[in-house]
């Protein structure tokens, strides 16, 4: 390998380590990730809603700005907010599909408050959203608070 070529692997390399970086505290103690393609908003602002109501009714919300608790789950192929703790399964597309959210930022089935924008849609492809399309909602979530286990 080249001179030139190991700079620019080594630039991209660190470019996207930079992108995928940990996230870092908010002022309130939360963390407040990179937020990849989520809109910056101020989180006292944000409606709060339960999970029930989202899901009940997640067109309601669309575009709207809620902070919702429930529990994070993250691994391959998810990234999701579920009721729980504990999840019963995880597979089941029973909470919203979440975005912005840096892998491994939290443990798995964390319970968290999320504060982001919604998107609703159908959950079929190509409507669903989230993995497969099968997600009647996703919240783009760049504000993350966990929160002490129950």
């Given at each position: 390998?080249?001179?030139?070529?190991?700079?620019?692997?080594?630039?991209?390399?660190?470019?996207?380590?930079?992108?995928?970086?940990?996230?870092?505290?908010?002022?309130?103690?939360?963390?407040?990730?990179?937020?990849l393609r989520c809109p910056g908003f101020s989180?006292?602002?944000?409606?709060?809603?339960?999970?029930?109501?989202?899901?009940?009714?997640?067109?309601?919300?669309?575009?709207?700005?809620?902070?919702?608790?429930?529990?994070?789950?993250?691994?391959?192929?998810?990234?999701?907010?579920?009721?729980?703790?504990?999840?019963?399964?995880?597979?089941?597309?029973?909470?919203?599909?979440?975005?912005?959210?840096?892998?491994?930022?939290?443990?798995?089935?964390?319970?968290?408050?999320?504060?982001?924008?919604?998107?609703?849609?159908?959950?079929?492809?190509?409507?669903?959203?989230?993995?497969?399309?099968?997600?009647?909602?996703?919240?783009?979530?760049?504000?993350?608070?966990?929160?002490?286990?129950?």
């Amino acid at each position: 390998m080249g001179i030139s070529k190991g700079i620019a692997l080594a630039a991209a390399a660190m470019h996207v380590g930079l992108l995928a970086g940990p996230p870092t505290r908010e002022d309130g103690g939360g963390i407040a990730p990179n937020g990849l393609r989520c809109p910056g908003f101020s989180p006292s602002r944000a409606l709060p809603v339960t999970l029930e109501a989202l899901r009940a009714d997640p067109m309601r919300y669309h575009g709207r700005l809620l902070r919702v608790r429930g529990a994070y789950v993250d691994g391959f192929e998810m990234s999701a907010l579920h009721f729980g703790p504990p999840v019963q399964d995880p597979w089941v597309a029973e909470g919203v599909w979440v975005n912005g959210i840096p892998i491994l930022a939290l443990p798995s089935e964390q319970a968290v408050e999320l504060t982001g924008i919604v998107a609703a849609g159908r959950p079929v492809l190509p409507f669903g959203k989230g993995h497969l399309g099968q997600w009647p909602a996703e919240l783009c979530a760049p504000s993350i608070l966990p929160l002490a286990a129950q």
